[in-house]
Structure formats: structure tokens, C-alpha cells
């Protein structure tokens, strides 16, 4: 999971140019006219368009129309999707700018907002209210709030409102959900073998193991082009937090953690967490963590990944790197010099608010409201989600069997699953419960083996029995946790990626705790806290 945090004050300046924008606009920016559609059903007799707009991967088709997903939806309703689509990585930008240019759209797919938009483009009245909305035009969504209830309290914000459509994507609960842990450690098996190494079981071992990886070239090419160690600093997947674990608490991409007595935690400020630091700059300075670690971006990653250069590396699925195959095993959690095991379980989950957001400009709301509910029909929600079938023009995520009335992952064929799904599916608001397993839809492979080697070797190891929840809260509370995490976590990350290369961390230390404090950190534990005891109490 990548997460983006914002400043109060940039989040402010982009809602405020949606809110304050009028007129003008192109085709696929402006609103639909009104229709004096009511009693909608679907597919209608004359067909209508409506004008949204989304996000979509560098490699899917710059129109979303092109999908397969959305050509059948069309078929099915009636209703053509006009789309102003912008490319993932410079979504949030352009979104803000070009609604800001022209007149809102009728509604915003794939939207990315956070808590603090969601309630600050409410209270403006840029974005609408949908509770009662859901209530009367939206029967495949309530269904989905009847059978899992906790939803519709985590979709609803502090003022009572429903504000956006969310995306729901379950995979096992608790300890044995499939976000538990995200940057998952791939070691190279093929090198360990060939070097007669076993599977490093403490920190200590791991070192050893990374310098014969280094010195004994294990590749065999006479060249010393091996990379030990790698990651993306701070990228959450591809992070190296898991390695934290051994050392205490441990760390996740948002630094929080909760004791099994209830205690918030900003596990960056821990002395497990210095320890951790100690020994990541022990291995750098044997050079044993790759040097492009601190600035390189993902597709550099991937690329010497591919060319199976990496003795460690960490990321969501091996598949997505180095291929399905044996070549890298799942490295298992490791003792740290306490000799205690602890894997960290990461504050993700199967839950994103945002989703999608219809705007008060729109004119066409039952019809509007009537089509998004398209998207949580069962069947639907697994291909939004992975991909779809039939599609004759490349490969497919599924094959319908029409007797079960059942969706069934076809096997990968060696294709990164990521990349695979990004090219089809779309994203949207959707919701997939673990019912659906084995009645709409079969596990994806690659999934259910996740889940397996998780619950085989990494479970057993996570001490918290809870994680942090994602609490909506309130505006004021919102600005305060935004304007703080902005140079916190900044601060944070930086000293961090520093201390691994300098070796100051224990000499430093004291000043930074205290410049934690001067930054906020007692202010943010306490409403961290706060709204997890409500949470606990409601």
C-alpha cells in the first residue's frame, strides 16, 4: 500500500479551487444535462451519457471505454460513460486542477480522496450526501451493509453523512487477512543452495548470509554484480520494515502500532526501533544494502529484481518481481539479538472510504446512483477487482463457467498479476466479501497461496491481536493529524535513511525525541488514542 500524505493547508488549497470552480470546461469535465429521469431501470430505452471522471495504470487504454468491463456495463444499462481519465501517477494533481479549470463532472471514479477532502468538499457542499441515496436507489450496496453492518459505520464520517461510495475487498480477517502484512522478505533459494547456506533464522544469521551472498558469488558469472539486500525506502511494499519485527514493537508504513492492552504507539520513537537502526547500518556498512535503496523508484527496483540480482528483497508478491517460481522462498520472521520473534502487522486494510464521490453539479442522481450500484452486484464487484473474461484480445483473469453462475481464476501463465489486472479491471468502488469465495468467484491463485505461506509462517509470529483501525475523524481532528504527520513522518522517514548510513542514531537520539515532541507527537497520540478508545467503545 503507497500512501501520500498531504498538508492541511495543500489539501485545503485543492479543495477549495474544486469547490470555487464554475463555468467553462471541456466535454469531459462539465456535467451532463439534465434527463427527467426517474424510476430508472435498466437497460433504458434511449440511451443517455454521463460525464465522469477517473484514474486509470500507464497500461491500461488511455480510454476507459476500450475495457471490456465497462463496453458490457454500457450493453447492460443503457448509459455511456463520457471519461476525462488521467494516468495514476499524476491523478491527484490533474483532478484538482483540471475540476478546479471547468465545471465539476457528474461524479469522480477511482477518486483518491482522503478523509480530510471527503469532509472538507462535504461541508462545502462540492460532493453530496449519498446515505439516503443508498437507501433508495441502491439495492446491491445495501445488501452489502446488511450482511457486514461494520461498513456502514466506517463508511459514515463524524457529522452522520455518507460521503463517497468505498471499495471493500475481503481476504481472510484478523491476523489471517491477506493485508496483514504488506512488504513481505523474498530470499534467493537458488543462492542459498548453491552456497550450502540454511535459512537465516536470527538477525546474526541474515548478516552472514548477505556477505556470502556478496563475497562467494553465488550467481557464478566471475563478477561481483550480486546485490545482497534491496529496497525502495519508505515505499511500503517494497520497505524494509519488516526487518523492525526483531527488534520489538517493529514498524509499519504510518509508524503505529496497538498494544494488546489498548496502547497507541508511534513505533519510531522505541528503542527496539534505535536497535533496528543500529543493525541496518551495520549491514550497509558492510555493504551489503544496495546503494540505489535510498532514492531509486520502482521500475528501477523491478528491473534489477528481474534480472535476479537481489539476495533480499521485500515487495507484496514475489510474482510481481521475480516471477512464480522457486527461485525465491518467503524468508521466515527472524530473532533478534533478545532472541524474541515478532512480525508486525500493518494497519491496512481491505477498506478504502474514497472511492467514489458524486458532485453537486450532477443532475442525473437516481440514474447516477442507479448505475454506480452496477459496480456492487457480485459478479460485477470480482471483475471491477481483478479483471474480467471473453476478451479476445489478450489474456484473461477469468473464465465464466455458466452453470455455476461462477466467475474461476484462470491460471497466470507466468504474467505478474499486478500488471495483468491493471490492464482490465477498473478499480472502482466495489465490494467483495469472503461469502463470495466459492459462490461468485474462486480465490486467485496467487492469493490463496499468500494466504497460505502466511498463515503457515508468518501468523504465528504476530504478538498484537489488534491493529489500528481506520477511523473517519472528525474535520478538526483531520486538519490536526494532517498538519502534523506532514513533518513528523517527513522527519521521521529522512532521519531514518540517514542514520542507516551515518551510524549516528545513538549520538543523535535525544535531540530527536525531542524535536518528535516539538513536532507534535504528543498531540497526535492523544487524538491517535482518543479515537481509538471511542472506537473500541461504539
Not at 489498548?262 to 536497535?275: E, S
Not at 523508484?297 to 510474482?319: C, I, P, S, V
Not at 532521519?495 to 513536532?519: F, H, I, P, Q, S
Request: aromatic share 10%; proline share 4%.
Amino acid at each position: 500500500m503507497r500512501k501520500t500524505i498531504y498538508s492541511a493547508t495543500a489539501l485545503a488549497l485543492s479543495v477549495s479551487m474544486i469547490a470555487g470552480c464554475s463555468g467553462g470546461g471541456d466535454k469531459g469535465s462539465a456535467a451532463s444535462k439534465s434527463y427527467d429521469l426517474t424510476n430508472v431501470s435498466f437497460p433504458l430505452q434511449e440511451k443517455v451519457t454521463l460525464n465522469f471522471m477517473t484514474q486509470s495504470s500507464p497500461l491500461a487504454p488511455t480510454d476507459p471505454n476500450q475495457k471490456l468491463i465497462y463496453k458490457r456495463l454500457e450493453e447492460k444499462t443503457g448509459v455511456h460513460v463520457n471519461w476525462k481519465n488521467f494516468t495514476s501517477d499524476s491523478f491527484v494533481e490533474k483532478r484538482n486542477l483540471a475540476v478546479a479549470s471547468g465545471d465539476l463532472p457528474d461524479a469522480i471514479l477511482d477518486a483518491a480522496y482522503s478523509d480530510y477532502d471527503l469532509l472538507k468538499l462535504g461541508t462545502d457542499k462540492t460532493i453530496i450526501p449519498l446515505e439516503d441515496i443508498i437507501t433508495k436507489y441502491m439495492p446491491n450496496l445495501q445488501k452489502v451493509l446488511e450482511e457486514a453492518p461494520e461498513y456502514k459505520a466506517m463508511m459514515t464520517a463524524p457529522d452522520g453523512h455518507i460521503y463517497s461510495f468505498p471499495w471493500i475487498e475481503e481476504l481472510g480477517a484478523g491476523k489471517e487477512s491477506i493485508h496483514s502484512v504488506n512488504d513481505i522478505p523474498w530470499i534467493n533459494m537458488e543462492w542459498l543452495n548453491k552456497l550450502g547456506l540454511k535459512m537465516p533464522t536470527t538477525t546474526e544469521e541474515l548478516k552472514n548470509v548477505l556477505l556470502a551472498f556478496k563475497k562467494d558469488d553465488p550467481n557464478g558469472n566471475g563478477q561481483a554484480d550480486e546485490i545482497p539486500l534491496s529496497v525502495v525506502m519508505n515505499n511500503g511494499n517494497e520497505d524494509l520494515n519488516f526487518l523492525f519485527g526483531a527488534f520489538g514493537l517493529g514498524d509499519n508504513g504510518d509508524h503505529t502500532v496497538v498494544t494488546n492492552d489498548g496502547k497507541v504507539v508511534f513505533t519510531a520513537d522505541q528503542d527496539g526501533y534505535k536497535d533496528a537502526i543500529n543493525y541496518l547500518h551495520e549491514l550497509y556498512a558492510l555493504d551489503l544494502i544496495d546503494e540505489e535503496s535510498f532514492e531509486q523508484d520502482y521500475n528501477t527496483f523491478l528491473a534489477k529484481g528481474q534480472d535476479e540480482r537481489y539476495g533480499l528483497y521485500f515487495t507484496w508478491d514475489k510474482a510481481n518481481i521475480t516471477g512464480n517460481n522457486d527461485k525465491y522462498d518467503l524468508m521466515q520472521p527472524l530473532a533478534g539479538p533478545s532472541g524474541e520473534v515478532n512480525v508486525t502487522r500493518t494497519n491496512n486494510y481491505g477498506f478504502d472510504r474514497g472511492r467514489m464521490v458524486i458532485t453537486s453539479a450532477n443532475k442525473n442522481v437516481e440514474l447516477t446512483a442507479k448505475w454506480i450500484d452496477q459496480l456492487y452486484e457480485p459478479l460485477q464487484s470480482v471483475q471491477e477487482n481483478w479483471g474480467t473474461y471473453g476478451d479476445e484480445t489478450q489474456q484473461n483473469i477469468f473464465k465464466f463457467d455458466e452453470a455455476k453462475g461462477m466467475l474461476e481464476h484462470l491460471p497466470l501463465e507466468g504474467a505478474a498479476p499486478a500488471e495483468l489486472r491493471q490492464k482490465t479491471n477498473i478499480g472502482g468502488p466495489l465490494a467483495i466479501l469472503d461469502e463470495y469465495y466459492g459462490k461468485y468467484t474462486t480465490k486467485p491463485d496467487d492469493a490463496a497461496w499468500r494466504l497460505n505461506i502466511m498463515k503457515e509462517k508468518l501468523v504465528p509470529y504476530m504478538k498484537a491481536e489488534n491493529n489500528y483501525p481506520k477511523i473517519f475523524f472528525s474535520l478538526e481532528d483531520q486538519k490536526q493529524l494532517s498538519t502534523i504527520e506532514t513533518d513528523l513522518f517527513a522527519y521521521v522517514n529522512r532521519k531514518r535513511a540517514e542514520w542507516m548510513k551515518t551510524g549516528k542514531v545513538n549520538e543523535e537520539w535525544a535531540d530527536y525525541l525531542k524535536e518528535l515532541n516539538r513536532l507534535g507527537l504528543d498531540k497526535w497520540l492523544q487524538i491517535k488514542q482518543a479515537g481509538y478508545d471511542n472506537y473500541i467503545k461504539s
